[in-house]
Protein backbone atom coordinates (compact mmCIF):
# COMPACT_ATOMS: atom_id res chain seq x y z
CA UNK A 1 0.00 0.00 0.00
CA UNK A 2 2.80 2.35 0.77
CA UNK A 3 4.56 1.58 -2.46
CA UNK A 4 1.07 2.51 -4.45
CA UNK A 5 0.57 5.37 -2.44
CA UNK A 6 4.33 6.77 -3.86
CA UNK A 7 3.76 5.56 -7.25
CA UNK A 8 0.55 7.84 -7.04
CA UNK A 9 2.53 10.63 -6.06
CA UNK A 10 5.38 10.00 -8.54
CA UNK A 11 2.49 10.42 -11.21
CA UNK A 12 0.81 13.15 -9.42
CA UNK A 13 4.36 15.18 -9.82
CA UNK A 14 4.92 14.47 -13.31
CA UNK A 15 1.34 15.87 -14.18
CA UNK A 16 1.72 18.82 -11.47
CA UNK A 17 5.03 19.71 -13.54
CA UNK A 18 3.35 19.57 -16.80
CA UNK A 19 -0.11 21.02 -15.62
CA UNK A 20 1.62 24.20 -14.22
CA UNK A 21 2.70 25.95 -17.54
CA UNK A 22 -1.30 25.00 -18.99
CA UNK A 23 -2.31 26.84 -15.34
CA UNK A 24 0.08 30.10 -15.94
CA UNK A 25 -0.84 29.66 -19.61
CA UNK A 26 -4.93 30.07 -18.19
CA UNK A 27 -4.33 32.44 -16.23
CA UNK A 28 -4.75 35.22 -17.88
CA UNK A 29 -5.32 36.56 -21.74
CA UNK A 30 -3.21 34.76 -24.02
CA UNK A 31 -2.86 37.61 -26.09
CA UNK A 32 -4.13 40.47 -24.65
CA UNK A 33 -0.32 40.84 -22.44
CA UNK A 34 2.04 39.19 -24.83
CA UNK A 35 5.45 40.84 -25.00
CA UNK A 36 6.50 41.92 -28.83
CA UNK A 37 9.73 42.69 -30.22
CA UNK A 38 11.26 45.97 -30.43
CA UNK A 39 11.55 46.78 -34.46
CA UNK A 40 14.10 49.59 -34.43
CA UNK A 41 14.77 51.03 -37.98
CA UNK A 42 18.41 52.89 -37.92
CA UNK A 43 19.11 55.94 -40.38
CA UNK A 44 21.94 58.30 -40.71
CA UNK A 45 19.35 60.85 -42.09
CA UNK A 46 22.50 63.40 -42.59
CA UNK A 47 26.79 63.76 -41.78
CA UNK A 48 25.45 64.73 -38.42
CA UNK A 49 22.76 62.56 -37.28
CA UNK A 50 21.82 59.25 -36.57
CA UNK A 51 17.89 58.28 -35.66
CA UNK A 52 16.62 55.52 -34.27
CA UNK A 53 12.90 54.65 -35.43
CA UNK A 54 11.26 52.20 -32.93
CA UNK A 55 8.05 50.59 -32.87
CA UNK A 56 7.98 49.40 -28.80
CA UNK A 57 5.82 49.01 -26.38
CA UNK A 58 6.98 51.35 -23.93
CA UNK A 59 4.83 50.43 -20.73
CA UNK A 60 6.88 47.53 -21.07
CA UNK A 61 10.10 49.03 -20.27
CA UNK A 62 9.04 51.67 -18.00
CA UNK A 63 7.32 48.96 -15.32
CA UNK A 64 10.97 47.83 -15.23
CA UNK A 65 9.84 43.87 -16.47
CA UNK A 66 12.86 41.93 -17.22
CA UNK A 67 11.57 41.06 -21.22
CA UNK A 68 14.46 38.63 -21.49
CA UNK A 69 12.58 36.15 -18.96
CA UNK A 70 9.10 36.55 -19.53
CA UNK A 71 6.41 36.49 -22.39
CA UNK A 72 3.44 37.94 -20.87
CA UNK A 73 2.67 40.80 -18.28
CA UNK A 74 0.56 38.83 -16.19
CA UNK A 75 3.07 36.51 -15.12
CA UNK A 76 5.58 38.99 -13.40
CA UNK A 77 5.35 41.00 -9.92
CA UNK A 78 5.57 43.99 -12.35
CA UNK A 79 2.65 43.13 -13.95
CA UNK A 80 0.26 45.52 -11.71
CA UNK A 81 2.57 48.90 -12.92
CA UNK A 82 2.41 47.97 -16.09
CA UNK A 83 -1.31 47.89 -16.47
CA UNK A 84 -0.92 50.82 -14.59
CA UNK A 85 1.30 52.90 -17.10
CA UNK A 86 -0.99 50.95 -19.75
CA UNK A 87 -3.73 53.12 -18.32
CA UNK A 88 -1.90 56.03 -18.69
CA UNK A 89 -3.32 58.53 -21.61
CA UNK A 90 -0.45 59.30 -24.69
CA UNK A 91 0.21 63.15 -22.70
CA UNK A 92 0.68 61.44 -19.75
CA UNK A 93 3.01 58.22 -20.84
CA UNK A 94 4.94 60.89 -22.83
CA UNK A 95 5.97 62.70 -19.50
CA UNK A 96 7.50 59.54 -18.75
CA UNK A 97 9.92 58.97 -21.51
CA UNK A 98 12.82 60.93 -20.97
CA UNK A 99 13.95 58.69 -17.91
CA UNK A 100 13.70 55.84 -20.27
CA UNK A 101 15.53 57.42 -22.75
CA UNK A 102 18.06 58.86 -19.69
CA UNK A 103 18.28 55.11 -19.08
CA UNK A 104 19.29 53.76 -22.39
CA UNK A 105 22.01 56.38 -23.15
CA UNK A 106 23.69 55.42 -20.17
CA UNK A 107 23.80 52.00 -21.62
CA UNK A 108 24.68 53.98 -24.33
CA UNK A 109 22.32 53.18 -26.57
CA UNK A 110 24.76 53.63 -29.77
CA UNK A 111 28.59 54.37 -29.79
CA UNK A 112 30.60 55.74 -32.85
CA UNK A 113 34.21 56.39 -31.66
CA UNK A 114 32.80 57.22 -28.54
CA UNK A 115 28.94 57.16 -26.97
CA UNK A 116 25.98 59.01 -29.06
CA UNK A 117 24.08 60.99 -26.84
CA UNK A 118 19.91 60.05 -28.07
CA UNK A 119 17.05 62.71 -27.98
CA UNK A 120 13.18 62.80 -28.23
CA UNK A 121 12.46 63.76 -32.16
CA UNK A 122 8.86 62.67 -32.53
CA UNK A 123 6.91 60.15 -30.11
CA UNK A 124 3.25 58.64 -31.78
CA UNK A 125 1.30 56.73 -28.71
CA UNK A 126 -2.15 55.73 -29.86
CA UNK A 127 -5.34 56.58 -28.38
CA UNK A 128 -8.47 54.38 -28.14
CA UNK A 129 -6.41 51.07 -27.96
CA UNK A 130 -8.16 48.63 -25.79
CA UNK A 131 -6.73 48.90 -22.34
CA UNK A 132 -6.48 44.86 -22.74
CA UNK A 133 -4.49 45.05 -25.76
CA UNK A 134 -0.55 45.97 -26.07
CA UNK A 135 -0.20 49.59 -27.34
CA UNK A 136 2.56 49.89 -29.43
CA UNK A 137 4.24 53.37 -29.93
CA UNK A 138 6.15 55.08 -32.52
CA UNK A 139 9.01 56.70 -30.58
CA UNK A 140 11.98 58.22 -33.13
CA UNK A 141 15.14 59.25 -30.98
CA UNK A 142 17.99 61.47 -32.87
CA UNK A 143 21.74 61.75 -31.74
CA UNK A 144 24.31 64.20 -33.08
CA UNK A 145 27.55 62.48 -34.34
CA UNK A 146 30.77 62.71 -35.97
CA UNK A 147 30.50 63.77 -39.82
CA UNK A 148 33.48 61.79 -40.05
CA UNK A 149 32.38 58.85 -38.64
CA UNK A 150 32.41 55.49 -40.29
CA UNK A 151 30.74 52.39 -38.11
CA UNK A 152 28.42 52.61 -35.39
CA UNK A 153 27.26 49.74 -32.84
CA UNK A 154 23.94 49.22 -31.30
CA UNK A 155 23.84 48.05 -27.81
CA UNK A 156 20.38 46.41 -26.63
CA UNK A 157 20.08 46.96 -22.56
CA UNK A 158 20.13 43.98 -20.23
CA UNK A 159 16.22 43.16 -19.88
CA UNK A 160 15.27 44.75 -23.23
CA UNK A 161 13.88 41.47 -24.74
CA UNK A 162 14.12 40.73 -28.49
CA UNK A 163 15.04 43.89 -30.69
CA UNK A 164 15.37 43.46 -34.57
CA UNK A 165 18.00 46.07 -36.05
CA UNK A 166 17.41 47.21 -39.45
CA UNK A 167 19.44 49.67 -41.37
CA UNK A 168 17.91 51.87 -43.98
CA UNK A 169 18.92 54.39 -46.73
CA UNK A 170 21.80 52.08 -47.86
CA UNK A 171 22.80 49.66 -50.55
CA UNK A 172 23.03 46.01 -48.97
CA UNK A 173 21.62 47.13 -45.41
CA UNK A 174 22.43 45.03 -41.88
CA UNK A 175 19.77 43.55 -40.50
CA UNK A 176 20.39 41.96 -36.73
CA UNK A 177 18.49 40.25 -33.96
CA UNK A 178 19.68 41.04 -30.67
CA UNK A 179 18.76 39.69 -27.30
CA UNK A 180 18.97 42.09 -24.36
CA UNK A 181 22.37 42.47 -23.22
CA UNK A 182 23.93 41.91 -26.69
CA UNK A 183 25.63 44.42 -29.30
CA UNK A 184 25.50 44.45 -33.07
CA UNK A 185 28.72 44.18 -35.06
CA UNK A 186 30.18 47.77 -35.89
CA UNK A 187 28.04 48.23 -39.05
CA UNK A 188 29.34 50.28 -42.01
CA UNK A 189 26.98 53.41 -42.41
CA UNK A 190 27.62 53.44 -46.03
CA UNK A 191 26.36 50.22 -45.68
CA UNK A 192 27.37 46.80 -47.81
CA UNK A 193 27.37 44.84 -43.88
CA UNK A 194 24.10 42.32 -45.53
CA UNK A 195 24.09 39.34 -43.85
CA UNK A 196 25.26 36.54 -45.89
CA UNK A 197 22.77 32.84 -46.43
CA UNK A 198 24.64 31.60 -43.67
CA UNK A 199 24.32 34.67 -41.77
CA UNK A 200 20.67 34.71 -42.00
CA UNK A 201 20.28 31.23 -41.42
CA UNK A 202 21.69 31.06 -38.52
CA UNK A 203 20.12 34.75 -36.89
CA UNK A 204 16.53 33.43 -37.34
CA UNK A 205 17.09 30.19 -35.81
CA UNK A 206 16.51 31.74 -31.98
CA UNK A 207 13.49 34.15 -33.45
CA UNK A 208 11.81 30.20 -34.46
CA UNK A 209 12.58 28.89 -31.16
CA UNK A 210 12.20 31.77 -28.88
CA UNK A 211 8.47 31.90 -30.17
CA UNK A 212 8.31 28.27 -28.56
CA UNK A 213 9.96 28.10 -25.71
CA UNK A 214 8.92 29.99 -23.78
CA UNK A 215 6.92 32.46 -25.57
CA UNK A 216 5.00 29.39 -27.40
CA UNK A 217 1.96 28.93 -24.73
CA UNK A 218 -0.70 27.75 -27.70
CA UNK A 219 2.40 25.86 -29.42
CA UNK A 220 3.14 24.30 -26.49
CA UNK A 221 -0.11 22.53 -25.52
CA UNK A 222 -0.87 22.00 -29.30
CA UNK A 223 2.68 19.83 -29.02
CA UNK A 224 1.84 18.07 -25.80
CA UNK A 225 -1.46 17.41 -26.92
CA UNK A 226 0.36 14.89 -29.71
CA UNK A 227 2.60 13.92 -27.33
CA UNK A 228 0.23 12.36 -25.55
CA UNK A 229 -1.61 10.31 -27.55
CA UNK A 230 0.49 7.28 -27.75
CA UNK A 231 3.48 5.33 -25.91
CA UNK A 232 4.55 4.53 -29.40
CA UNK A 233 6.95 6.77 -31.35
CA UNK A 234 5.32 5.85 -34.93
CA UNK A 235 2.11 7.52 -34.15
CA UNK A 236 3.95 10.72 -32.45
CA UNK A 237 6.25 10.62 -35.73
CA UNK A 238 3.11 10.52 -38.12
CA UNK A 239 1.88 13.28 -36.84
CA UNK A 240 4.69 15.88 -35.93
CA UNK A 241 5.82 15.17 -39.67
CA UNK A 242 2.13 16.48 -40.98
CA UNK A 243 2.10 18.93 -38.18
CA UNK A 244 5.29 20.22 -39.94
CA UNK A 245 4.99 19.88 -43.47
CA UNK A 246 1.66 21.82 -43.32
CA UNK A 247 3.02 24.73 -41.10
CA UNK A 248 5.89 24.87 -43.31
CA UNK A 249 3.65 25.74 -46.59
CA UNK A 250 1.47 28.46 -44.91
CA UNK A 251 4.63 29.94 -42.99
CA UNK A 252 6.16 30.26 -46.19
CA UNK A 253 2.95 31.44 -47.91
CA UNK A 254 2.21 33.96 -45.41
CA UNK A 255 5.48 35.33 -44.81
CA UNK A 256 5.59 35.78 -48.97
CA UNK A 257 2.34 37.69 -48.68
CA UNK A 258 -0.10 35.31 -50.78
CA UNK A 259 -1.87 34.53 -47.77
CA UNK A 260 -3.27 36.46 -45.53
CA UNK A 261 -6.41 35.59 -42.87
CA UNK A 262 -6.92 37.90 -39.64
CA UNK A 263 -5.64 36.99 -36.38
CA UNK A 264 -8.86 37.38 -35.34
CA UNK A 265 -9.67 33.92 -37.56
CA UNK A 266 -6.45 32.49 -36.77
CA UNK A 267 -6.22 32.59 -33.09
CA UNK A 268 -9.29 30.97 -32.23
CA UNK A 269 -9.31 28.30 -34.61
CA UNK A 270 -5.78 27.65 -32.91
CA UNK A 271 -7.45 27.21 -29.74
CA UNK A 272 -10.07 25.18 -30.77
CA UNK A 273 -7.26 22.48 -32.85
CA UNK A 274 -5.54 22.10 -28.70
CA UNK A 275 -8.82 21.28 -27.72
CA UNK A 276 -9.69 18.45 -30.49
CA UNK A 277 -6.58 16.65 -30.29
CA UNK A 278 -6.60 16.80 -26.23
CA UNK A 279 -9.92 15.47 -26.09
CA UNK A 280 -9.54 13.13 -28.71
CA UNK A 281 -6.13 11.50 -26.72
CA UNK A 282 -9.44 10.74 -23.97
CA UNK A 283 -11.05 8.28 -26.11
CA UNK A 284 -8.08 6.86 -28.26
CA UNK A 285 -5.54 5.14 -27.61
CA UNK A 286 -3.81 4.61 -30.82
CA UNK A 287 -3.66 6.83 -33.75
CA UNK A 288 -6.64 6.60 -35.96
CA UNK A 289 -6.77 7.12 -39.74
CA UNK A 290 -8.31 10.40 -39.70
CA UNK A 291 -6.06 12.23 -37.09
CA UNK A 292 -3.21 12.64 -39.54
CA UNK A 293 -5.25 14.80 -42.01
CA UNK A 294 -6.94 16.42 -39.33
CA UNK A 295 -3.33 17.56 -37.78
CA UNK A 296 -2.36 18.83 -41.05
CA UNK A 297 -5.40 21.09 -41.36
CA UNK A 298 -4.40 22.73 -37.90
CA UNK A 299 -0.62 22.66 -39.15
CA UNK A 300 -2.18 25.32 -41.69
CA UNK A 301 -3.29 27.03 -39.07
CA UNK A 302 -0.70 27.10 -36.78
CA UNK A 303 1.83 28.27 -39.65
CA UNK A 304 -0.37 31.16 -40.33
CA UNK A 305 0.29 32.19 -36.56
CA UNK A 306 3.83 31.69 -37.19
CA UNK A 307 3.57 33.94 -39.86
CA UNK A 308 2.03 36.89 -38.35
CA UNK A 309 5.19 36.55 -35.94
CA UNK A 310 7.52 36.64 -38.28
CA UNK A 311 6.19 39.82 -39.82
CA UNK A 312 6.73 41.69 -36.65
CA UNK A 313 10.17 40.85 -37.03
CA UNK A 314 10.44 41.11 -40.55
CA UNK A 315 12.98 39.21 -43.39
CA UNK A 316 15.78 40.49 -44.62
CA UNK A 317 14.90 41.03 -48.89
CA UNK A 318 18.33 39.94 -50.15
CA UNK A 319 18.35 36.89 -47.78
CA UNK A 320 14.48 36.26 -47.34
CA UNK A 321 14.52 32.27 -47.81
CA UNK A 322 17.40 31.30 -45.79
CA UNK A 323 16.06 33.56 -42.76
CA UNK A 324 12.59 32.10 -43.83
CA UNK A 325 14.17 28.61 -43.09
CA UNK A 326 16.32 29.49 -40.54
CA UNK A 327 12.90 30.72 -38.62
CA UNK A 328 11.17 27.36 -39.70
CA UNK A 329 14.06 25.36 -38.20
CA UNK A 330 14.09 26.89 -34.96
CA UNK A 331 10.30 26.82 -34.76
CA UNK A 332 11.02 22.43 -35.27
CA UNK A 333 14.00 22.61 -32.49
CA UNK A 334 11.46 24.36 -30.02
CA UNK A 335 9.04 21.50 -30.66
CA UNK A 336 11.01 18.90 -30.81
CA UNK A 337 12.54 20.22 -27.13
CA UNK A 338 9.32 20.47 -25.64
CA UNK A 339 8.54 16.37 -26.39
CA UNK A 340 11.91 15.83 -25.38
CA UNK A 341 11.42 17.31 -21.94
CA UNK A 342 7.83 15.48 -21.62
CA UNK A 343 9.27 11.82 -22.80
CA UNK A 344 12.30 12.49 -20.04
CA UNK A 345 10.04 13.71 -17.37
CA UNK A 346 7.84 10.45 -17.68
CA UNK A 347 10.80 8.36 -18.28
CA UNK A 348 12.23 9.40 -14.76
CA UNK A 349 8.88 9.06 -13.31
CA UNK A 350 8.70 5.34 -14.52
CA UNK A 351 12.13 4.88 -13.57
CA UNK A 352 11.76 5.98 -10.03
CA UNK A 353 8.92 3.97 -9.20
CA UNK A 354 10.63 0.78 -10.73
CA UNK A 355 13.49 1.62 -8.23
CA UNK A 356 10.82 0.69 -5.05
CA UNK A 357 10.42 -2.51 -3.84
CA UNK A 358 7.72 -3.41 -5.26
CA UNK A 359 5.26 -6.39 -5.00
CA UNK A 360 4.29 -8.44 -7.77
CA UNK A 361 0.67 -7.07 -7.56
CA UNK A 362 1.72 -3.76 -7.73
CA UNK A 363 4.50 -3.67 -10.37
CA UNK A 364 2.03 -4.04 -12.95
CA UNK A 365 0.92 -0.48 -12.26
CA UNK A 366 4.43 0.95 -13.26
CA UNK A 367 4.78 -0.40 -17.02
CA UNK A 368 5.05 2.57 -19.64
CA UNK A 369 2.17 2.21 -20.85
CA UNK A 370 -0.09 2.24 -17.63
CA UNK A 371 1.77 4.96 -15.84
CA UNK A 372 1.36 7.00 -19.50
CA UNK A 373 -2.55 6.22 -19.58
CA UNK A 374 -2.45 7.65 -16.30
CA UNK A 375 -0.94 10.61 -16.46
CA UNK A 376 -2.30 11.54 -20.75
CA UNK A 377 -5.81 11.31 -19.76
CA UNK A 378 -5.75 14.02 -17.02
CA UNK A 379 -2.86 16.02 -18.51
CA UNK A 380 -5.33 15.83 -21.74
CA UNK A 381 -8.24 16.84 -20.06
CA UNK A 382 -6.23 20.06 -18.83
CA UNK A 383 -5.17 20.81 -21.73
CA UNK A 384 -8.73 20.65 -23.31
CA UNK A 385 -10.08 22.87 -20.45
CA UNK A 386 -7.51 25.33 -21.29
CA UNK A 387 -7.66 25.17 -25.10
CA UNK A 388 -11.40 26.07 -24.38
CA UNK A 389 -10.97 29.09 -22.38
CA UNK A 390 -8.29 30.38 -24.97
CA UNK A 391 -11.39 29.85 -27.95
CA UNK A 392 -13.86 31.57 -26.25
CA UNK A 393 -11.61 34.61 -25.50
CA UNK A 394 -10.41 34.98 -28.37
CA UNK A 395 -14.07 34.95 -30.08
CA UNK A 396 -16.08 36.88 -27.33
CA UNK A 397 -13.27 39.03 -25.64
Aim: proline share 5%; no cysteine.
Amino acid sequence: MANTLRILLIKLAFLGLLSTHALVASSGSAVAHELVPTIVDMERTDDETLTLSMRVNIEAFLSGIDLDAVADTDEVAEGADYDSLRALSAEALRERLPDLVAAWNAVPLAETDGPLTFAIDTVEIPEGVDPELARISILTLAAPMDPAATTVTVNWPDGGGAMVLRQQGVDAPYTGYLAGGESSIAVNLAGGDAQDAGGAFLSYIPVGFDHILPKGLDHILFVLGLFFLSTRWRPLLFQVTAFTLAHTVTLALGALGLVNVPGSIVEPLIAASIVYVAVENVFHKGLSRWRPAVIFGFGLLHGLGFASVLAEFGLPEDQFIPALIGFNVGVELGQLTVIALAALLLFISVRLARRMDLDPAEAAATTYPVMFRSVSVPASLLIAAVGAWWTIERVFF
